[in-house]
């Protein structure tokens, strides 16, 4: 795995840059991503092209060791650029313009802004296509980033109305398939279709998915349009992007498919404190982050990259600037982080940023350096990592117990109808990942069109809208599998199917859904150590009771190899029925102290101590000793051999 | 009784439709309410009807001996309308259009809009007016559904300026009436006044309370020219239109002075859910909806009802769609539900819906049926009702035993100016009818125009705004009467009356409030077992301190056979107050166990239990037992013969 | 000092006049405050002015002895002057125009209104300048109030741009200070540049600062336009302008420079209700105020004014109108809240209003007078207090203790970046203020550029952008010095500085802060009976650990007689820092029992009872008892000679 680095040559003084490329090259560090902001620096004025200082930057780098991720600058058009085209900045779903200040100005729909981001990569791709400092371009920055997927302007509307077009070719077709008569929605022509804002109340769930599906389809264009360009004037480098935590406002699943390395941004303290997590946890983890963060997000988007290629293009070296508080990591928190991406496969992990800005939005957020050009703590700890990764060697295969199986409109669905309050199928697989990672097991999170034949266990924590060949796939299916709530209740344009919920799951699980309710907090029907808790399906069919409350509901019916967990998957009842489907499948666990997690490969054990606490490992984690020790600090590593 | 049920033949396949009415006449329903969505299928091209499949529908449904209620389908304008003519959508508080895509999309001051409404209004009663199949229509469909009574259009300014100028006739009367010199806000004409929205800080109060009374005045304007045509061209038809719960946006006795029958929509639990109930009763009540939610939009509705006459027209048969948890009622509950309303004297209770619509915006919305035409388990309990209520025949006359003063301008003034935080005058009413109604009474929520001489006890809760007439039928008032806080507190351009309040109620009260405070959550004044709490009037005058706190506070007040109420009316302040009121009335009271809820008529006792726990009847409550048992299961009804 | 009220002869019939004039001046009054809100009556029509009944008023006034404040009537522009120009209204950061219909609905940069205003102010200047009965004008009403001071308006942009140009000269400079390159914001001219509203995620804190800076000079020009015409027509009065509670909108140091009393409206009910004081605070002085509210105010504002000349220009006289809940202040409280004022130096305290007003938005807001005109309780406590001041007599000097440092652009920063949430500038100044008081010293809160000489400990809570001249100053100073965290943290342009905070401090303190982290609620390290919370700085340098936390984290570094509080300033850590610090300055510390609060004077100890208990007075307060007794009653004064 390399070590890099996100760098600004832009914000530093000429005479810094040998001193910083050499520190990083010291460092350990092989990697150094440039450019994805610097747009005014490289045209500054409208058509005039400075390419003199990044030249030169590019060539400083490289003269010190350092391999070149360029990026393209499209996340931060310039101002002349918006004041030429005011239109082309996005619309927020109240109707404000998203205007200039900050970055992410722009309207993925805006055909004028798509042809200047088109110029702008093209322009960078011809004069660096060839350099051979640069090993990867990185398609402009965090697509979505600062909720900008959607925007609801005139051209988004334009934009909609020939995408429903494509998809459902008559208007009468769109009309049935939402069930416009519903409300007297109905449209006479695809030019009557309105954006689903702005609605008295909510808009048609089908309306609004098609527009999640546009938005995001609009994205992957968008970013296709540059692979393009790079594929044409750059060849043999790879491309990437970098994905963001807990993010799903694009499918990824199909922006990773047109580029070959799927980054993501690990900042486990920030989000810890911005997400849902307890606030027990956010004090329990203030300085580390929740245990399953990162490695969440590792098998995520490992999932959706193709050929399982990803990376970290920015991980959180110190304190950062945009949580509620921002702690600072116990000491040896960021080497954690990265070997825990290592031993989950990652190609690359990049800090960012090789020195804290004194200026402007980020100022709080640290970097390897201080704002002072003085290492910062975490600048020892790359250092450390880069001795150890050295010292390891191969990690060897990936070991694969356990798929769970997402998808984007997943989460989508459960977003635009959660029914229940926070009910969220993202959310809903991060539990499960929890609860199968608290086992020890290594969990691969996987779209229904993967190959399941690799695992002994499938779950499928909450999957709305399933395909006919994923049903198949899981009839076939040799391990166990466990099938979650509101799982093939939807096609795919958002009705319920005719034979009810779970559809085409209707023949694996043997049970017809035939009323679904949630419950609000504290509304528990306990059973033997579990209690079914926040949605209840009500079931009949063939399908046996496996968990019964003590009032008669039932929280898990079984049929064959497949469990339906009729409860929402979450807390001493979803550890209870992945408990039983392990069992059944086979599959050992080894359960975690409280704070420590494992990834295993088939050279290593990876253990990880995200507790405050010293732990000793427990004695089923066997093995020699490669790194760290068995009694293990705050914030260790310890590696074993297999 | 009669029972109905809300039916949508344009979302169902043709060949369904005998089906679908059969089995509706086979479970007990005599009634179906149609159309009001369906605009779009009735006039698909601007001009152009298809009454087809409305006319067989129709037919179906009455061959199949059920009597139809139609709706106008105004709620529903489609997209050519709001094409043909945009300015016709309200615009909301922050000026944001309020657009196409779901329902209630229209500013109710749009006169365009509005012979549009008449326009249709009057095709459909020219076609079914005088259909025999037709026996009710309803107009539009829950008007001010999605705070869609106020409008801040310009359509809404113009209509608000000519109100207010045949309200004042001169500009300086209006000025002085509203105290417009207070910071300068004096207008010269008319045609200065703006909507009271978008100010920097709060409008004048009479500014709002003007804005309140023309918003609603314009509800009732728009429902009064559907009612016209309807009883031009479908004489001998009953009107009705769909009521909400907790719902004050227009002034329900003004509207239902045009209609025949007031009708609401039940929905138990998303109430409970959505409304101020405290956590624990949330949960208590989570599957059966605080025991007081139905009962009291029931006697509210009839008082408001001309000749008293009213009915369910939606009834929640299962889990809804729209509370942020959605439970599903205890087996039982919708047969309760159904038997109170009885109990209360509806003319017909109504099942929303038939059938579960597995799309579009409320297919989480349970029905009768299942989605795949399989009846859910509300059916079944339907049947059970038709049965029981052939079994009781006539329930006899209503008891009257308290009259409780509510009117809308009282809520208004309160929502305006609450002065203290959540202090309502509508929930006053709610705390006020439950405290009655646990102690077994029967309740009459009423108009200050009501006729007094049947009842023992007047409650007047909070009602700032008193006519004279009323006060004199007060002072008149054979029985006891209490009086809360703020009542007589304002005139009707929302100023303080000369004399302070209680204004037209001084003399029988024969005190002054001389300072008026409100009280932070937690600040209490202790009595002996009750608390001075969130109010306290001070006062002056010759009525006797009752109710005095250990810190010498008077939380009550006696005048001869008039009681005020100087704190707040809710806990066991107001417990004590109403025991004493009855005691000195003369009315036998019945304490009620927790959950336990009765209704007397002069025939029968009605015993509903609300809770989830078995409870015996009290002896108190005596007579032969016609429906149910004396130990009442949770979701139990009791009838017993008097 | 003088008593005053604030009177609105327009309010009230003519005949009332002379009455209130008289209870005015029987109740030992001497200032009334009139004309602040009277536009629309002096100039109904526009040019045509009525000035009949403002001569009267302001002869009946002084007639009766009193003597009066004029305030121009900017703050309330009448109808037909918005209607002449629409664009005057200032828009909100959302960019809805905030309008007509209350109060301030003007924008500060818009230059005709700034004519107009001059106009008004002109014509009542030439008309009342040199009447005898006229011995203050106020300028305007509340500044700011109802977050009126930014505007995002057209006309804003464009002042904003001049006022940058006039700032930074060229646009390169412009860039560099703010770091503009960090995002691609960088501007190629002057009229390029936005306002900082709308942007997609925050916009850089370099260019909100300069909208802060800006905004405030906005103010402040506005203020002196009015302040030069009332120089010219008017020599020889005060010129006034009353202030707020916790409001920083504007820089008060500026605008005091101006004038020469500095108002401020002092409501300690309201305050505590609204803003962030703990709960149980909330309950604990419901009826009296957070003990520190007022004299807080005083202090501060005495800082800011030229020659300490400063005033009460509202003071809550009962039940306000616009809190959350809005209780009666305890019997007594309105007396206490003038004898301190009065102890800390006010010129002047005036009851806000004369009497309360039946209509419009402040219905609900006491008076001394009732709606009705008769007395309400505090006109007692006004004549009460009239009678004990003449008993007093001189009070002597301001005796001084402790300076506090504070200035605008501090809390401006920490609104901006607050870093943790809830971490503000003023908010520590206000817990250092009561920290101190609690031991019973007199404190003045300071800007950089006091005179430090007269003290013995100078603490500087948080104060980021510290000038040179400062540290100079605190480098010569003999006394001790506490400094805080993020103080010296920013320059100018808030970029941190190349050495890093705390920048120019750095010499003073001999450490340099290396890292800084903010700490969740819950997150924090203990020491011996303190802990470190909220904020930790991690520091390097020669200084001295003085507090080290058990884990070896320290919370305060000694170097020579200055103290780096290196975590946020509150709770124990911070009582124990001042402790220490009183300590080694030699002052004589005097702790206060939970709700006493004492002001020392040349010749008096006045001490004030804030709780609801009887306090009997510590030992360690001498003297003879000349108001009051030594058992203090809740809401008791007394005052001791010295």
């Known amino acids: 795995m390399h070590l890099g680095v996100?760098?600004?040559?832009?914000?530093?003084?000429?005479?810094?840059?040998?001193?910083?490329?050499?520190?990083?090259?010291?460092?350990?560090?092989?990697?150094?991503?440039?450019?994805?902001?610097?747009?005014?620096?490289?045209?500054?004025?409208?058509?005039e092209f400075d390419w003199q200082w990044l030249d030169d930057a590019v060539e400083v780098l490289h003269d010190a060791g350092l391999d070149i991720i360029m990026g393209t600058p499209t996340a931060t058009p310039p101002k002349w650029l918006v004041d030429q085209m005011p239109d082309m900045v996005a619309l927020d779903a109240h109707g404000r313009p998203r205007g200039f200040g900050s970055r992410r100005h722009y309207c993925f729909s805006h055909a004028g802004y798509g042809q200047?981001?088109?110029?702008?990569?093209?322009?960078?791709?011809?004069?660096?296509?060839?350099?051979?400092?640069?090993?990867?371009?990185?398609?402009?920055n965090e697509y979505g980033c600062h909720d900008t997927v959607q925007s609801f302007s005139d051209a988004a509307r334009e934009a909609f109305r020939l995408w429903l077009k494509q998809r459902y070719s008559a208007i009468k077709a769109l009309n049935t398939a939402w069930g416009n008569v519903f409300w007297s929605m109905e449209y006479r022509s695809?030019?009557?279709?309105?954006?689903?804002?702005?609605?008295?109340?909510?808009?048609?769930?089908?309306?609004?998915?098609?527009?999640?599906?546009?938005?995001?389809?609009?994205?992957?264009?968008?970013?296709?349009?540059?692979?393009?360009?790079?594929?044409?004037?750059?060849?043999?480098?790879?491309?990437?992007?970098?994905?963001?935590?807990?993010?799903?406002?694009?499918?990824?699943?199909?922006?990773?498919?047109?580029?070959?390395?799927?980054?993501?941004?690990?900042?486990?303290?920030?989000f810890l404190e911005q997400f849902r997590f307890s606030p027990q946890d956010k004090l329990n983890y203030a300085r580390q982050g929740h245990p399953d963060i990162a490695a969440?997000?590792?098998?995520?988007?490992?999932?959706?990259?193709?050929?399982?290629?990803?990376?970290?293009?920015?991980?959180q070296p110190g304190p950062v600037n945009w949580a509620r508080h921002n702690p600072a990591p116990l000491p040896g928190m960021v080497a954690l982080w990265t070997l825990e991406a290592a031993a989950h496969g990652a190609e690359l992990v990049s800090y960012f940023r090789w020195r804290q800005a004194p200026f402007a939005q980020e100022q709080m957020h640290a970097g390897l350096l201080r704002p002072d050009g003085v290492p910062a703590p975490a600048?020892?700890?790359?250092?450390?990592?880069?001795?150890?990764?050295?010292t390891l060697g191969s990690k060897g295969e990936t070991c694969r117990d356990v798929a769970l199986v997402f998808d984007y409109p997943a989460e989508w669905m459960t977003q635009i109808q959660p029914q229940g309050e926070g009910l969220s199928a993202l959310w809903a697989v991060f539990d499960c990942y929890g609860a199968l990672r608290r086992l020890g097991l290594n969990v691969d999170i996987v779209p229904q069109r993967a190959d399941l034949s690799q695992y002994s266990l499938?779950?499928?924590?909450?999957?709305?809208?399933?395909?006919?060949?994923?049903?198949?796939r899981l009839t076939e299916f040799d391990g166990e599998i466990?099938?979650?709530?509101?799982?093939?209740?939807?096609d795919q344009d958002f009705c319920i199917p005719d034979n009810l919920a779970p559809g085409p799951l209707t023949e694996l699980l043997d049970l017809t859904v035939t009323r679904s309710e949630s419950l609000p907090l504290g509304l528990e029907h306990a059973g033997d150590g579990w209690a079914i808790a926040r949605w209840l399906d009500h079931v009949e069919g063939k399908a046996a009771p496996e968990l019964t409350a003590q009032d008669g509901l039932v929280a898990c019916?079984?049929?064959?190899?497949?469990?339906?967990?009729?409860?929402?998957?979450?807390?001493e009842v979803l550890d209870e029925v992945i408990a039983r489907a392990c069992r059944d499948a086979g599959i050992a666990t080894v359960p975690m102290p409280k704070g420590l997690r494992i990834r295993r490969t088939s050279n290593y054990w990876f253990v990880f101590n995200y507790s405050a606490s010293e732990i000793t490992l427990p004695e089923t984690i066997e093995g020699e000793v490669v790194i760290g020790l068995r009694t293990m600090p705050p914030a260790g590593v310890t590696v074993l051999a297999r």
Chains 1, 2, 3 share one sequence.
Not at 14 to 31: H, K, N, V, Y
Not at 197 to 217: G, I, M
Not at 379 to 389: G, I, R, T
């Open 6 to 47: 996100c760098y600004y040559p832009e914000h530093w003084p000429r005479e810094r840059w040998e001193t910083d490329a050499r520190m990083m090259a010291e460092a350990g560090l092989s990697r150094v991503r440039i450019g994805e902001f610097a747009w005014s620096r490289i045209e500054p004025e409208p058509g």
């Open 116 to 140: 200047e981001a088109a110029r702008i990569t093209r322009a960078m791709a011809q004069r660096y296509g060839q350099n051979p400092a640069i090993v990867c371009w990185q398609t402009d």
């Open 190 to 270: 695809f030019a009557e279709v309105e954006l689903p804002n702005l609605t008295v109340t909510e808009a048609n769930p089908a309306h609004w998915l098609a527009f999640r599906r546009f938005s995001s389809d609009q994205v992957v264009a968008f970013n296709r349009a540059q692979v393009d360009i790079l594929r044409e004037h750059s060849p043999g480098r790879d491309i990437t992007h970098n994905a963001m935590g807990f993010y799903t406002g694009y499918d990824h699943h199909d922006l990773a498919g047109d580029i070959d390395i799927l980054g993501w941004d690990s900042y486990p303290l920030g």
């Open 296 to 315: 969440f997000h590792h098998d995520l988007y490992r999932g959706c990259a193709r050929d399982e290629r990803w990376s970290v293009l920015e991980q």
């Open 379 to 390: 600048l020892a700890e790359a250092k450390d990592v880069a001795f150890k990764l050295k």
């Open 458 to 472: 499938v779950v499928v924590p909450c999957l709305p809208i399933v395909s006919e060949a994923f049903a198949q």
């Open 482 to 490: 466990i099938v979650g709530p509101r799982s093939g209740s939807r």
């Open 557 to 571: 019916w079984r049929h064959g190899k497949a469990r339906y967990l009729a409860t929402w998957p979450q807390g």
